[in-house]
């Protein structure tokens, strides 16, 4: 049931991050040097260049295009999540970036969501820690963009009843997951629902075919559809015109990075707002509008967890293999060692080593999910990114026997 119920909206949510990458960091480095994100200028784990390059291709245009979409267009808005790690990387390397997404939050237009600040699969491991980090992003939210999060996403858009039962029970007014087939069934996922088990929160569910229309094919050329224009995909939309909304999710550097700027990628969002807002009673809205303005059509069971990667839609493309299963595993492990140590700088490196891209590196998928894998990972092998990382590992427990915690 619409409580507005002319309305049609594009829900347009994009997220932002970038995560501390392990230098190629050796054995001989272990009990010798800390510094496991700290690669020389040039190399390809190099952080400093990586954000820097990605800002310039796609931070820096699609901040100054989003800007002009709201100026423009009254009815623009859009929803976005930034990790910490992201942020700290801004600050340090890209402060430019950082100021342009201030600038875009200042309009009153952009909503921020909740998540873990070190972009962490900790809801699956401890739940101490995962709530750790959902307040260290809250407390980050809050200090450089002052908003308090109402929706919540958790990583890699991971969702399962638990997880919404734990966002209900939190207090948030939304929560986002995909629009996976098996877990819809005949449903569209261009309603509102309400998660089982939950007594409040909204769910609502990724567009995954239109969303990634625009993250994976909008640049390629044997694409029966290319080239895609605004009102073509308007068109799509409209389809499904007696549904309420319309929920395009995607990493935000589809804009400029996954997509680069000659495909048109830039002008086509830009147009988006123009060609949507022609209709009457179209608009746009956050994720949490959205889930306030529309009432839930049913309730949606998702006792399996389910992700926005792969052709699985699970956690295989984190934990799918024995060297990616290990590694989380083991890391965790330490969780009660590394509270006891008390030590600011042991703790940071080791939530930087929760962070998913990690074990996403490590994957071991062939195919098409194999070489979008590869495509991100800036190791050669996932062999590599596991030796790294174990490197790091063993050399987190050298500094705890250093303090005298047992491990």
Not at 176 to 195: A, H, K, M, Q, T
Not at 222 to 245: G, H, R, S
Request: net charge negative.
């Amino acid at each position: 049931m619409r409580l507005h119920t002319e309305e049609r909206a594009i829900v347009l949510y994009l997220h932002v991050h970038q995560p501390f990458r392990i230098r190629h960091y050796t054995i001989f480095d272990a009990g010798e040097n800390h510094a496991y994100f700290d690669a020389p200028e040039g190399d390809d784990t190099n952080n400093a260049d990586i954000v820097r390059k990605v800002a310039e291709k796609s931070y820096y245009p699609m901040n100054e295009r989003l800007m002009r979409m709201i100026k423009d267009n009254p009815e623009f808005k859009v929803s976005l999540s930034i990790t910490g790690t992201v942020i700290e990387q801004f600050e340090r390397y890209a402060p430019e970036v950082l100021e342009s997404f201030k600038a875009l939050v200042a309009t009153g237009r952009v909503e921020i969501l909740a998540e873990t600040y070190h972009h962490s699969l900790a809801f699956f491991y401890s739940r101490q820690e995962f709530e750790a980090q959902v307040k260290m992003h809250h407390d980050k939210i809050k200090a450089v963009f002052g908003l308090t999060p109402t929706a919540f996403r958790n990583t890699e858009l991971s969702y399962n009843n638990d997880i919404a039962y734990w966002a209900d029970q939190a207090g948030y007014k939304a929560i986002i997951c995909e629009g996976w087939d098996p877990i819809l069934d005949w449903r569209s996922p261009n309603f509102v629902y309400r998660p089982a088990y939950t007594d409040n929160i909204r769910l609502l569910m990724k567009n995954y075919k239109l969303s990634d229309d625009l993250a994976f094919r909008f640049g390629n050329k044997a694409w029966e559809e290319y080239p895609l224009d605004t009102q073509k995909f308007v068109n799509w939309a409209n389809a499904a015109w007696d549904q309420p909304i319309l929920n395009l999710f995607m990493d935000y550097e589809t804009f400029g990075e996954h997509q680069w700027a000659d495909t048109g990628i830039f002008d086509f969002i830009e147009n988006l707002p123009k060609e949507w807002l022609k209709t009457a009673g179209h608009t746009f809205m956050t994720v949490t509008e959205a889930a306030t303005n529309f009432e839930p059509v049913d309730h949606i069971d998702v006792p399996h967890t389910i992700t926005w990667a792969d052709t699985e839609r699970d956690l295989t493309a984190w934990l799918g293999n024995r060297m990616q299963h290990g590694a989380i595993t083991a890391l965790y492990a330490l969780e009660n060692a590394i509270l006891e140590a008390k030590d600011e700088a042991l703790t940071a490196d080791w939530r930087k080593l929760q962070t998913s891209d990690h074990f996403y590196y490590m994957c071991t998928k062939w195919w098409s999910d194999g070489d979008v894998h590869a495509y991100f990972s800036p190791y050669q092998t996932p062999y590599i990114a596991y030796m790294n990382f174990m490197n790091a590992y063993h050399d987190i427990k050298f500094r705890l026997t250093e303090k005298g915690v047992e491990v």
